[in-house]
Each structure stands twice: as C-alpha cells, then as structure tokens.
C-alpha cells in the first residue's frame, strides 16, 4: 500500500511542551529507524526498532527523548519539555527487516521551537 | 565506534562531466552500503546499494564500488546533468541500524 507516513508535517510548539510525533511505516516492514536532520545538516541517528524492542537508544539526545513501538508498526517519538534546539526535521525510516535491506524515508515533521 | 565519514562536503561539476564521492567506515562487521539521494525539501531515496559480497554494481550512469580491506567505498556518476543536483548521503549498517555521512552536495552547472 502506502509508503511511510509521518504526522504531523509541520509542529510548532512553545518552549517547555512536549510534543509527540507519528510514523506508521510501511506494512510488513519490521525495522523502523528515526533520525533528525537539522537545516543543512545530516541524518543524526536517534534510535531503531526491531519489532517493538529498541536494541539501540544510543542516539537519542537526552532523558528528554523517547519513543515507543506497539504492535510492531506504528512509532511515536516524544520530546518533553521542547527546546528551541530541539528544531529540526525528524524522518523515520522503515525496512522489511533490520539487516541488508532497503529503508524507505517518511516525509519528515518539520518541529518549530518558538 | 560508529562512524561514517564523507568526502566532499559539496562538489560543483560541469553537466557530461564524472562526479565521485567517497566514504570511509570503521566498523568491520559492517556489509551493506546504501546510497540516498534527497532533493531539496524532499525525503531521501535510495539510489543504489552494495552488499559485502560484491566489488562493484552499476545502475545506467551510477556505480558504487566498494573495498572492504580499506574500509572505504564510493559512489561515481557519469555524464552528470542538472537534474543529478542535490545532496547525497552515504551510509552503512552497524548492529542493525543504518549510520550515514555527512551528505555531499552535488551542484551540476549546464
């Protein structure tokens, strides 16, 4: 069916809320990765599931981040009490499996710390 | 550790001429190199990838080859056009997860 869809597409929030973002990956796919890509910057690895366990959180920022699997599809990741370096896009991922196959990107949220 | 290194940072070439970028890993257990293409304000989207197995693959004007002894592999496009205008990402897999460069931003001049 669909590819990976991220809600929202755009976020703006007011420093010091939390905000919670969406990516339903494609279906089927096992492994889902989220990343954040700052203005001109590259793919910041934030952590990757396999099924609902995340084998690797080394990538998120602080105890500020965190993100949940259920069901072994849809994804949340959220940011408590935002700041404003907190803004960025955020791209999720997913693949069939975590291993030697093709991911394929959401569109992103664009998050706005104001 | 993790870490994926990617040379140049941008690359301005003139359209019909050859451009190559190139990336260095460190992990030794890594085997599968994905390359992605992001226009701007669009996802990024794969382009073409290797696994360990294999020296080089080739896509119409887009070849990777890769040398798993060095630990460095690289992405080449021929007779470019404007159209080949964006940033490029290399990346590798490490214990699952998929670590990329730093981009390349590739400028095509007509």
């Known amino acids: 069916g669909a590819g990976v869809s991220q809600s929202p597409s755009n976020k703006v929030t007011e420093k010091g809320k939390d905000v919670e973002l969406r990516c339903d990956p494609i279906s089927g796919h096992t492994a889902l990765y989220w990343y954040r890509q700052s203005l001109g910057q590259g793919l910041e690895f934030l952590i990757y599931f396999q099924g609902n366990s995340a084998p690797d959180k080394s990538g998120l920022p602080s105890d500020r981040f965190s993100a949940e699997r259920t069901g072994g599809s849809v994804s949340t990741l959220t940011i408590q009490r935002t700041q404003q370096e907190d803004s960025a896009v955020y791209l999720c991922?997913?693949?069939?499996?975590?291993?030697?196959?093709?991911?394929?990107f959401g569109q992103g949220t664009r998050l706005t710390v104001v | 550790g993790e870490n994926v290194e990617q040379h140049p940072s941008t690359l301005s070439v003139q359209e019909g001429d050859s451009a190559v970028i190139k990336c260095t890993y460190s992990?030794?257990?890594?085997?599968?190199f994905p390359w992605y293409k992001q226009e701007l304000g669009k996802r990024p989207q794969l382009i073409i990838d290797?696994?360990?197995?294999?020296g080089e693959k080739k896509d119409q004007r887009i070849a990777v080859t890769l040398n798993k002894t060095a630990k460095h592999f690289s992405l080449h496009i021929t007779e470019t056009q404007p159209e080949d205008s964006a940033v490029y990402f290399c990346a590798c897999n490490q214990g699952g997860k998929l670590i990329f460069g730093q981009g390349t931003e590739l400028s095509v001049k007509p």
């Open positions: 992990d030794s257990a890594s085997n599968y």
């Open positions: 991922a997913s693949s069939l499996k975590a291993e030697r196959t093709e991911a394929f």
């Open positions: 290797i696994r360990s197995n294999v």
